[in-house]
């Protein structure tokens, strides 16, 4: 079963879903979620949309969502979803519509302040609680907020194990690097606090559907900064690659043939389109589900938070399932395996999920039980049925609102501290001046 906490205390129980059950204390229950991810160790966080909107990006599927805009722009589109599919690049005509809605939200993402929810993810970093995040969004909020953030690629990931071998081998250099290789396509911005347990190639934060920060060659594959060529996406105009360019020009020199100038487009993964990075993001989150065998402190995932998404999408309903599997595992046997094996969660497959024997809750009753799966939605996902067992409470509210009211607790914790570290001092002294005191009468000063 999943308790049913609304932020709004005068919010009616929905009709749906039917495995739904009501808090005798909703007010205390929501005060025990929030107290179990400020005692989680190692939270992983997957987020949509919802958590942007506040910073003035549009979601995708809501009724004033960007899905319903495209549509009302653009009639002749069956969906809205039809611009985030590969066929795009079907016409001209589609294209030139693709790359000024790119420019369009790619101006939205540059002008857009991280948002509440954003610094609480910072915070949690900054705690050393967050394992990791995994965002569909494309807006890289998540980096302005100082997440180290983006896919490493293979290339550096042999770069790196190949600077590691070598400095364990070297005299003075036991201690394992920080450092991010230069040639990955994420943020050198690290957070002031890092989870021992992490590779240090992996960002915080996976970008799982690309993000509005790049555009490549469809021929040769060379990146490029997306912002140095917006003008031409305005226009409607996918832009020459500048490499394909220089190497047309000095065949030309030596009278060669021509090769062709490839496109850039933007690095997002689209509908129907091969996920480039699928094998590294599943590597990702297989170590975050497993954890390491290495050493102390690298256990996987002990607290899974979905918020902002319907999830719609089959690889991030994979994902989510996984990993509530996951840490369920920790209320059973660690002796049972996970049913799948997590390099295909990236795959888009459709699964029906099953609910687990540690996922029933006995109805209208809060049993104390662990808090490990939480959902924090205004709409929970559909259909209902697929999420059955999967998450122990739905909170339904705004994002912000609930990392506002993490925020208080937390300065309530520091403000006890505090006060608790005034109590101990002043005992001390106390004791301090007792003593001096004593000594005082026993040498007769």
Same mark, same amino acid.
């Given at each position: 079963?999943?308790?049913?906490?609304?932020?709004?205390?005068?919010?009616?129980?929905?009709?749906?879903?039917?495995?739904?059950?009501?808090?005798?204390?909703?007010?205390?229950?929501?005060?025990?979620?929030?107290?179990?991810?400020?005692?989680?160790?190692?939270?992983?966080?997957?987020?949509?949309?919802?958590?942007? &909107?506040?910073?003035?990006?549009?979601?995708?599927?809501? *009724?004033?969502?960007?899905?319903?805009?495209?549509?009302?722009?653009?009639?002749?589109?069956?969906?809205?979803?039809?611009?985030?599919?590969?066929? &795009?690049?079907?016409?001209?005509?589609?294209?030139?519509?693709?790359?000024?809605?790119?420019?369009?939200?790619?101006?939205? *993402?540059?002008?857009?302040?991280?948002?509440?929810?954003?610094?609480?993810?910072?915070?949690?970093?900054?705690?050393?609680?967050?394992?990791?995040?995994?965002?569909?969004?494309?807006?890289?909020?998540?980096?302005?907020?100082?997440? *180290?953030?983006?896919?490493?690629?293979?290339?550096?990931?042999?770069?790196?194990?190949? *600077?590691?071998?070598?400095?364990?081998?070297?005299?003075?250099?036991?201690?394992?690097?920080?450092?991010?290789?230069?040639?990955?396509?994420?943020?050198?911005?690290?957070?002031?606090?890092?989870?021992?347990?992490?590779?240090?190639?992996?960002?915080?934060?996976?970008?799982?559907?690309?993000?509005?920060?790049?555009?490549?060659?469809?021929?040769?594959?060379?990146?490029?900064?997306?912002?140095?060529?917006?003008?031409?996406?305005?226009?409607?105009?996918?832009?020459?690659?500048?490499?394909?360019?220089?190497?047309?020009?000095?065949?030309?020199?030596?009278?060669?043939?021509?090769?062709?100038?490839?496109?850039?487009?933007?690095?997002?993964?689209?509908?129907?389109?091969?996920?480039?990075?699928?094998?590294?993001?599943?590597?990702?989150?297989?170590?975050?589900?497993?954890?390491?065998?290495?050493?102390?402190?690298?256990?996987?995932?002990?607290?899974?938070? &979905?918020?902002?998404?319907?999830?719609?999408?089959?690889?991030?309903?994979?994902?989510?399932?996984?990993?509530?599997?996951?840490?369920?595992?920790?209320?059973?046997?660690?002796?049972?395996?996970?049913?799948?094996?997590?390099?295909?969660?990236?795959?888009? &497959?459709?699964?029906?999920?099953?609910?687990?024997?540690?996922?029933?809750?006995?109805?209208?009753?809060?049993?104390?039980?662990?808090?490990?799966?939480?959902?924090?939605?205004?709409?929970?996902?559909?259909?209902?049925?697929?999420?059955?067992?999967?998450?122990?409470?739905?909170?339904?509210?705004?994002?912000?609102?609930?990392?506002?009211?993490?925020?208080?607790?937390?300065?309530?914790?520091?403000?006890?501290?505090?006060?608790?570290?005034?109590?101990?001092?002043?005992?001390?002294?106390?004791?301090?001046?007792?003593?001096?005191?004593?000594?005082?009468?026993?040498?007769?000063?």
């Amino acid at each position: 079963m999943t308790a049913f906490l609304p932020l709004d205390a005068t919010a009616s129980f929905p009709s749906s879903p039917a495995f739904l059950v009501v808090s005798p204390d909703p007010v205390n229950h929501v005060k025990r979620v929030v107290q179990a991810i400020i005692k989680a160790r190692r939270i992983v966080v997957v987020c949509g949309a919802g958590i942007s &909107v506040e910073a003035g990006i549009p979601d995708f599927r809501s *009724s004033e969502g960007l899905f319903q805009s495209l549509k009302k722009d653009h009639p002749r589109l069956v969906s809205g979803e039809d611009m985030f599919d590969a066929s &795009v690049f079907g016409s001209e005509d589609t294209t030139s519509q693709f790359c000024q809605m790119i420019a369009r939200l790619s101006q939205l *993402s540059e002008e857009a302040e991280p948002t509440t929810f954003h610094r609480f993810l910072r915070v949690l970093d900054d705690r050393g609680r967050l394992l990791r995040v995994y965002t569909q969004n494309i807006d890289a909020l998540e980096e302005k907020s100082g997440l *180290s953030f983006g896919v490493p690629t293979e290339d550096s990931k042999k770069i790196k194990r190949a *600077s590691v071998s070598r400095k364990r081998k070297a005299p003075g250099h036991d201690a394992p690097t920080t450092e991010i290789a230069d040639d990955t396509a994420q943020s050198t911005r690290p957070s002031t606090i890092r989870t021992p347990s992490l590779p240090a190639e992996t960002p915080r934060c996976i970008p799982l559907h690309g993000t509005l920060q790049l555009m490549h060659c469809v021929a040769c594959t060379h990146a490029c900064r997306l912002r140095d060529y917006l003008d031409s996406l305005v226009s409607g105009i996918p832009p020459p690659c500048p490499q394909c360019t220089a190497f047309e020009q000095t065949r030309r020199l030596l009278g060669k043939r021509s090769r062709g100038i490839g496109k850039l487009r933007p690095s997002l993964v689209l509908y129907n389109e091969y996920h480039k990075d699928g094998e590294v993001v599943g590597d990702i989150v297989e170590k975050d589900l497993m954890g390491s065998s290495k050493g102390k402190g690298r256990a996987g995932v002990d607290l899974l938070l &979905v918020v902002g998404t319907s999830l719609r999408v089959s690889g991030t309903k994979r994902l989510v399932r996984e990993f509530s599997k996951a840490v369920r595992y920790q209320d059973t046997t660690m002796d049972e395996p996970l049913s799948l094996p997590a390099s295909k969660i990236t795959q888009s &497959v459709h699964d029906p999920v099953m609910p687990t024997p540690s996922s029933r809750r006995t109805a209208g009753r809060d049993d104390g039980l662990p808090v490990r799966t939480i959902c924090l939605n205004l709409e929970f996902p559909v259909p209902t049925r697929e999420w059955e067992g999967v998450f122990d409470v739905w909170v339904r509210g705004d994002a912000q609102a609930f990392a506002t009211l993490v925020f208080e607790e937390l300065k309530k914790e520091e403000l006890g501290q505090e006060l608790a570290k005034e109590r101990k001092r002043k005992r001390e002294e106390t004791i301090a001046e007792s003593t001096r005191n004593t000594d005082r009468v026993v040498t007769g000063i």
